[in-house]
Structures are given as structure tokens and as C-alpha cells.
């Protein structure tokens, strides 16, 4: 049983994603399956444990479930079929006060909004570097994983919550849902984004875009990897710099902080860096 020290991880997936009743916000989600990760670890499918989920089942923002503002909805089924946890989510779209909820809502609708993320305790885990590794050998014989064994397998896993990577851990989906019109001006600004941050947010993105397309051309290895790296480093730093508005106060949708104006220039000029060498 996991108690209140053990540390809890996090996995996201691309999910396959289902509306099954847009009246009442029900939508199914792919919630993990046992492929592996990017950080070369499998968490197999019948190892899940939902006795602590169950009680609540929250459903949250990027794994933030600090406050009730960051709730989005709950989660009504989770089952294991097969390889895949298939949860299905009940969006609180009709609580008009839950403006996150509604926005993340009209992003899924329009097809924007399809990564999930299960929030876990590990309870058991294997792995070649155990004092007996043979279970954890006889496992990757199991999966066929032989010629490209994971480093850790999750036997046994108890889930605490399921969370939408909504607004900064997934800047390019809530600007292109804005661009294409599926979210509007007075969405972004119920979340606290006014117009020159949804401008920064719109600049941002579109740099990213772009340094997306470069890279279709054949690169230097070194140089297409440091490239991406610091992409995702500038995501995450743009992330930071859109969860702010919760703690600090806003001018116009943008901290007046000077240290973070500082860094919104710093993470533009990167970004001219990677496009004009």
C-alpha cells in the first residue's frame, strides 16, 4: 500500500480518444498501454491498482491537484483490456464557473486535445539490476522484448489521478485550437490569458512550428539533437511562464514580474537563434 512519502510518476500518451456522449461530457481515453516510453521503462497492464482512485477519481490539469480550480472533470470507468487501461472521463463542461474545464472541453471536441497523462505510486517494480533478476528476464522473454529490453518494468502500479496536459504543458494545441477558432479570445481570457500573452503564445508556437518543418531537412546529427532538446527545453520554459498567471499577479494576460519579461525575451531571442544561425 503506497503511503503519503511514496513518490508519485507520471506518464503521458498520445491517446486514443472517443466522445461518447458530448451532452454530458463523456469521452474515452487510452490511458496507458505497455508499449515502451522515452524513458525506456513498460508498465504492464495487469498490474494496475485503483484502491486509493476510486475513492475520488479526480481528473486534473496537468497533474496539478492542489486547488479545485484545477479540477476538470472525474473519472467514471477505468478498466484493463488487453495490453491498454481504458478510462472514461466525465468533463465538468457544464459547471459554468470551471472555465479550464469548459476550455479543455471545446479543445477536445475540435480534435486539439488527445494526450493524457496517469499520475502513479509504483508498488513492484523489475529490473536486470534486481538482486534476483530472473523475473524480470522471464518478463521481457514474455513481451518479446529481447532485443530491446527495458530498463525498468512496472509490475504493480497504484494510479492516484488522470490528467489533461492542457495549458502549459501543451502550448501548441491550445494555439492552434485558438488560430482554427474552436476556442475564442474570451476562453483564453477566462483562464487568465490576455491578448499580449495569447499574441506571445501565437509567436511562441509559431517559431516552434517552424523549427518543426526545418527539421524535415536532412541535418547533422549533433545538430538536429541539440536542436531538439532545446525545443523542448523552450516548451517547458514557456509552460512556466503561462502556469504563472496562478501565483502571480497578471498585467494585460502577461506577469508584471521582471524577471519573467526577462525570460519571455530570452526564450524568443532562442528561438530566432535556432531559425538564423
Not at 5 to 19: D, G, H, K, M, Y
Not at 165 to 194: M, T
Request: aromatic share 6%.
Amino acid at each position: 500500500m503506497p503511503t503519503a512519502t511514496s513518490t508519485a510518476l507520471r506518464r503521458e500518451i498520445v491517446s486514443e480518444t472517443r466522445v461518447l456522449d458530448a451532452d454530458h461530457g463523456l469521452v474515452e481515453y487510452v490511458a496507458s498501454d505497455q508499449s515502451l516510453d522515452s524513458y525506456r521503462e513498460l508498465i504492464l497492464a495487469s498490474g494496475w491498482r485503483f484502491n486509493l482512485f476510486q475513492r475520488n477519481a479526480p481528473f486534473v490539469d496537468s497533474h496539478d491537484y492542489s486547488s479545485i480550480e484545477r479540477l476538470l472533470g472525474r473519472v467514471v470507468d477505468c478498466r484493463v483490456e488487453g495490453d491498454q487501461l481504458i478510462e472514461t472521463v466525465q468533463w465538468a463542461h457544464d459547471v459554468p464557473e470551471n472555465a479550464l474545464a469548459r476550455l479543455g472541453w471545446k479543445m477536445t471536441l475540435a480534435g486539439h486535445l488527445r494526450a493524457v497523462s496517469v499520475g502513479f505510486v509504483p508498488l513492484r517494480t523489475l529490473s536486470k539490476f534486481d538482486a534476483n533478476p530472473r523475473p524480470y528476464e522471464e518478463r521481457v522473454r514474455t513481451l518479446g522484448l529481447e532485443q530491446n529490453p527495458p530498463v525498468r518494468i512496472y509490475a504493480e502500479q497504484e494510479q492516484i489521478e488522470l490528467s489533461a496536459c492542457l495549458i502549459g504543458a501543451n502550448p501548441n494545441a491550445l494555439a492552434r485550437a485558438h488560430r482554427e477558432g474552436a476556442i475564442s479570445d474570451g476562453d483564453l481570457a477566462s483562464v487568465g490569458i490576455g491578448d499580449r500573452a495569447a499574441a506571445f503564445l501565437h509567436e511562441a508556437c509559431g517559431l516552434m512550428d517552424r523549427i518543426s518543418a526545418a527539421e524535415t531537412f536532412p541535418l547533422p546529427a549533433a545538430h538536429a539533437s541539440a536542436t531538439a532538446r532545446l525545443r523542448d527545453a523552450l516548451a517547458a520554459q514557456f509552460g512556466r511562464l503561462i502556469q504563472q498567471r496562478h501565483t502571480t499577479p497578471f498585467r494585460d494576460g502577461l506577469t508584471s514580474d521582471p524577471e519573467t519579461e526577462r525570460n519571455r525575451e530570452n526564450f524568443l531571442h532562442a528561438f530566432q537563434s535556432i531559425l538564423n544561425p
